[in-house]
């Protein structure tokens, strides 16, 4: 930082005016290297003395201190500090200090939301894309080996029914027997009744299927619980499975359904949609005639196809574990019919000629087409300050519509105004949080606004913790009733509610959003800047309304 040569801030007689520091001992005081030479630095807990009485006896003539970071600076601190005219914030939060004090005893109190804006702004915007785009989800997917394995990670907000089906598909799979090592807790999982819901017997699974990776020192393919002879087939660009609904090669035509490109086939044995008849001969054997008649039918007759033909609720022969008997088979069906959502079947044409795609990227891309981009999402900004404003600026470059709530209406500001956070909720697919904490916004985002903002809506946080009912949130997300969360801080930290570590829908930091090296140097500018301008009456700069 340059020395200016007229040092206007300093006393009359050229001695430096006296700047109190507010720390907790655990806290360094990065700016004091900076701010030593132009100021006379009072800094409690440098003494061995208590803070207290340290106050009482050096700063009874302080007019500025330094609240670093976010120790907390109550009323009974102040009342020690009789002649205190400004407290100058070294966070954007201003939650730790009593303002209303501040107020009463006509204090100024500045923060340093505008040091840190860009910063949190970008922050606040990656954790929305993150969680419409899954990537941190699809990150994990990927550093946990799974794109061989299980075929594309499928990204986006509205991918909830590709996932479904992608659950469904696994757990159909799982429970016919395809991988003969698991086949007790396949066991298990049959003789619940009713079997549990698609995802319960998907996440049943997987846990097992950790406990079978963590005894393996290099898991292999095969050993995946959901693994299935060609599960992955129609993911891999140059398999030889042809699509005939798109003329694409590398998937079939199941596939392309259950990315939204087809209608439905039927299956001629059940009738149900979704699957094609070979899925449910794999279950009740192949009929007579069929090139496969003959598979697996050994002297004796214990076979899948002799067992599930004849059998009424239990099997008249000795029955190998991985065959399956007809009510087993029924509990199938009916799982396949409960999670039986219709898929919006959309058209390949314009993206058929994309050949470099494979059959999968192709059809994800056409269905993201609408599904994925940030282009004409609403976004409600709750708290329009500087770090809001530059979400906004960031925002609508991405094409979002972007409307706001705060305080007060902002005269000169383009976006429409909602008095309340709940009338925000209900127009807009995301809320971005960047107001700060105080009594009145504690918990603005409760389970009336949660709803507001429905089952695809997203919240990203990157002010406090307090200000969303944490406990509600996640009960919102456990039960699908939100689309999403980004949050970067929470109600009690380092304490994050471990419930949300599974989830994908989900983005956590560790309150990061503001920790870069540009920040903390227009911090550490902007405080220099603010306390030269109050000691040479000038004007300070991103004062803190206090309301
Ligand atoms: O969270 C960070 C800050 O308030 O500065």
Same mark, same amino acid.
């Given at each position: 930082?340059?020395?200016?040569?007229?040092?206007?801030?300093? @006393?009359?007689?050229?001695?430096?005016?006296?700047?109190?520091?507010?720390?907790?001992?655990?806290?360094?005081?990065?700016?004091?290297?900076?701010?030593?030479?132009?100021?006379?630095?009072?800094?409690?807990? *440098?003494?061995?003395? !208590?803070?207290?009485?340290?106050?009482?006896?050096?700063?009874?003539?302080?007019?500025?201190?330094?609240?670093?970071?976010?120790?907390?600076?109550?009323?009974?601190?102040?009342?020690?500090? !009789?002649?205190?005219?400004?407290?100058?914030?070294?966070?954007?939060?201003?939650?730790? $200090?009593?303002?209303?004090?501040?107020?009463?005893?006509?204090?100024?109190?500045?923060? =340093?939301?505008?040091?840190?804006?860009?910063?949190?702004?970008?922050?606040?915007?990656?954790?929305?894309?993150?969680?419409?785009?899954?990537?941190?989800? =699809? *990150?994990?997917?990927?550093?946990?080996?799974?794109?061989?394995?299980?075929?594309? +990670?499928?990204?986006?907000?509205?991918?909830?029914?590709?996932?479904?089906?992608?659950?469904?598909?696994?757990?159909?799979?799982?429970?016919?027997?395809?991988?003969?090592? +698991?086949?007790?807790?396949?066991?298990?999982?049959?003789?619940? *009744?009713?079997?549990?819901?698609?995802?319960?017997?998907? #996440?049943?699974?997987?846990?097992?299927?950790?406990?079978?990776?963590?005894?393996?020192?290099?898991?292999?393919?095969?050993?995946?619980?959901?693994?299935?002879?060609?599960?992955? =087939?129609?993911?891999?660009?140059?398999?030889?499975?042809?699509?005939?609904?798109?003329?694409?090669?590398?998937?079939?035509?199941?596939?392309?359904?259950?990315?939204?490109?087809?209608?439905?086939? $039927?299956?001629?044995?059940?009738?149900?949609?979704?699957?094609?008849?070979? @899925?449910?001969?794999?279950?009740?054997?192949?009929?007579?005639?069929?090139?496969? +008649?003959?598979?697996?039918?050994?002297?004796?007759?214990?076979?899948?196809?002799?067992?599930?033909?004849?059998?009424?609720?239990?099997?008249?022969?000795?029955?190998?574990?991985?065959?399956?008997?007809?009510?087993?088979?029924? @509990?199938?069906?009916?799982?396949?019919?409960?999670?039986?959502?219709?898929?919006?079947?959309?058209?390949?044409?314009?993206?058929?000629?994309?050949?470099?795609? #494979?059959?999968?990227?192709?059809?994800?891309?056409?269905?993201?087409? @609408?599904?994925?981009?940030?282009?004409?999402?609403?976004?409600?900004?709750?708290?329009?300050?500087?770090?809001?404003?530059?979400?906004?600026?960031?925002?609508?470059?991405?094409?979002?519509?972007?409307?706001?709530?705060?305080?007060?209406?902002?005269?000169?500001?383009?976006?429409?105004?909602?008095?309340?956070?709940? *009338?925000?909720?209900?127009?807009?697919?995301?809320?971005?949080?960047?107001?700060?904490?105080?009594?009145?916004?504690?918990?603005?985002?409760?389970?009336?606004?949660?709803?507001?903002?429905?089952?695809?809506?997203?919240?990203?946080?990157?002010?406090?913790?307090?200000?969303?009912?944490?406990?509600?949130?996640?009960?919102?997300?456990?039960?699908?009733? $939100?689309?999403?969360?980004?949050?970067?801080?929470?109600?009690?930290?380092?304490?994050?509610?471990?419930?949300?570590?599974?989830?994908?829908?989900?983005?956590?930091?560790?309150?990061?959003?503001?920790?870069?090296?540009?920040? $903390?140097?227009?911090?550490?500018?902007?405080?220099?800047?603010?306390?030269?301008?109050?000691?040479?009456?000038? !004007?300070?700069?991103?004062?803190?309304?206090?309301?």
């Amino acid at each position: 930082m340059a020395v200016e040569a007229n040092q206007e801030w300093l @006393k009359s007689n050229g001695d430096p005016h006296l700047v109190l520091v507010h720390r907790l001992p655990s806290f360094n005081f990065q700016l004091k290297d900076i701010l030593q030479p132009h100021f006379h630095l009072l800094d409690p807990a *440098d003494s061995p003395e !208590p803070a207290c009485s340290f106050l009482s006896s050096h700063a009874q003539s302080v007019r500025a201190l330094i609240c670093v970071a976010n120790t907390p600076l109550t009323a009974e601190t102040l009342n020690l500090l !009789p002649s205190l005219e400004l407290v100058v914030a070294s966070s954007a939060g201003v939650d730790h $200090i009593d303002t209303q004090e501040c107020r009463r005893r006509g204090i100024i109190l500045t923060n =340093a939301s505008t040091a840190f804006a860009e910063d949190a702004a970008d922050y606040a915007v990656t954790l929305l894309i993150d969680v419409w785009r899954r990537i941190s989800a =699809a *990150d994990r997917f990927l550093h946990a080996g799974l794109w061989p394995v299980k075929g594309g +990670y499928p990204l986006g907000s509205k991918m909830k029914v590709l996932i479904d089906r992608y659950q469904q598909d696994c757990v159909i799979q799982f429970l016919m027997g395809l991988n003969e090592s +698991y086949s007790n807790v396949r066991d298990q999982i049959m003789l619940m *009744d009713p079997i549990p819901q698609v995802s319960k017997v998907f #996440s049943l699974v997987q846990q097992q299927e950790k406990q079978h990776q963590m005894l393996l020192n290099t898991p292999a393919i095969e050993s995946m619980a959901l693994f299935a002879k060609n599960a992955s =087939a129609p993911f891999k660009p140059f398999s030889r499975t042809y699509c005939p609904h798109c003329k694409i090669q590398g998937h079939s035509v199941e596939d392309c359904f259950k990315l939204g490109n087809s209608k439905p086939p $039927i299956c001629s044995h059940c009738n149900m949609s979704g699957h094609l008849a070979e @899925k449910c001969y794999k279950l009740v054997g192949y009929p007579p005639g069929h090139k496969l +008649y003959n598979r697996g039918r050994r002297p004796g007759g214990n076979t899948r196809q002799t067992n599930m033909v004849i059998a009424e609720g239990v099997p008249k022969n000795h029955v190998d574990k991985m065959d399956l008997i007809s009510n087993q088979y029924q @509990k199938i069906l009916k799982l396949l019919h409960e999670n039986h959502t219709p898929v919006p079947t959309m058209s390949m044409a314009n993206t058929s000629n994309l050949p470099s795609m #494979s059959g999968i990227a192709t059809c994800l891309s056409t269905y993201a087409h @609408k599904s994925f981009d940030l282009g004409g999402k609403r976004v409600g900004i709750v708290g329009l300050g500087s770090i809001g404003f530059e979400v906004s600026k960031r925002l609508e470059a991405f094409g979002c519509s972007i409307a706001y709530s705060s305080r007060k209406e902002k005269p000169h500001v383009p976006y429409p105004y909602h008095a309340n956070v709940l *009338d925000l909720a209900a127009h807009s697919d995301a809320l971005v949080l960047c107001c700060s904490l105080s009594e009145q916004t504690r918990h603005i985002i409760n389970k009336d606004v949660m709803t507001a903002l429905g089952k695809k809506g997203v919240v990203i946080n990157v002010g406090r913790g307090g200000l969303i009912d944490e406990k509600e949130l996640v009960r919102f997300l456990l039960r699908g009733d $939100i689309g999403g969360a980004g949050l970067d801080v929470f109600e009690d930290e380092p304490d994050v509610p471990r419930q949300l570590f599974e989830l994908d829908n989900v983005v956590l930091s560790p309150h990061r959003a503001i920790f870069t090296p540009e920040a $903390i140097e227009a911090l550490n500018q902007l405080t220099f800047t603010n306390l030269k301008a109050f000691f040479s009456n000038k !004007p300070l700069q991103s004062v803190y309304q206090i309301e």
